[in-house]
Antibody, heavy 113, light 113 residues
């Protein structure tokens, strides 16, 4: 069974950092581009970042460029999202996703003082 | 960036009834390879989004034939016939023809009348 399990969310103060992880299983992780999508409380879905199968290409939405870094460890079948200089508007549930499915269950990031 | 406009924002449907959701794109979603990467997802309460339909009209594994997708170019429709309680939640269209970024529709909440 293909499965994605996120971890690393929590409460963090504005300006601080947090690193999310997504453990993949049930498929050949190194063959697929992977993605982070977020959902602010009671809001819709918003793409955050993507990474190519090798990790050589990365893409970000404008509002996180220069603050977030997507990466992957194909040997560990794990996707990461390093989030620096966090803002209150980054508060959301963060999902990792394999295109077009599945998505993980999400991990909640709350940025607040 | 591509803008997806989903209508209606909410739907009140009786059990056994039919629902129709529209997703209109600000530009054609036909990829240069001839495919159209327009997908439909359902997010049930407290869950992550699940794939229903991929590439306009292909039902994902395990999705009942009560769900059907159609459309081309810039206009797409998801239809749900014989609505059941398990169909309730928020429906999203997603385009990844022109990416990055992925873009999502604003969502349609399906509720029981």
């Amino acid at each position: 069974e293909v499965q994605l399990v996120e971890s690393g969310g929590g409460l963090v103060q504005p300006g601080r950092s947090l690193k999310l992880s997504c453990a993949a299983s049930g498929f050949t992780f190194s063959n697929y581009g992977m993605h982070w999508i977020r959902q602010a409380p009671t809001k819709g879905l918003e793409w955050v970042a993507s990474i190519s199968p090798s990790g050589g290409s990365t893409y970000y939405r404008d509002s996180v460029k220069g603050r977030f870094t997507i990466s992957r460890d194909n040997a560990k079948s794990t996707l990461y999202l390093q989030m620096d200089s966090l803002r209150s508007e980054d508060t959301a549930t963060y999902y990792c996703a394999k295109d077009p499915t599945p998505w993980g269950q999400g991990t909640l990031v709350t940025v607040s003082s | 960036d591509v803008v997806l406009t989903q209508t209606p924002v909410s739907l009140l449907i009786s059990l056994g009834g039919q629902a129709s959701i529209s997703c209109r794109s600000s530009q054609s979603l036909v990829h240069s390879n001839g495919n159209t990467y327009l997908h439909w997802y359902l997010q049930k309460p407290g869950q992550s989004p699940q794939l229903l339909i991929y590439q306009v009209s292909n039902r994902f594994s395990g999705i009942p034939d009560r769900f059907s997708g159609s459309g081309s170019g810039t206009d797409f429709t998801l239809k749900i016939s014989r609505v059941e309680p398990e169909d309730l939640g928020v429906y999203y269209c997603l385009q990844r023809t022109h990416n990055p970024p992925w873009t999502f529709g604003g969502g349609t909440k399906l509720e029981l009348k």
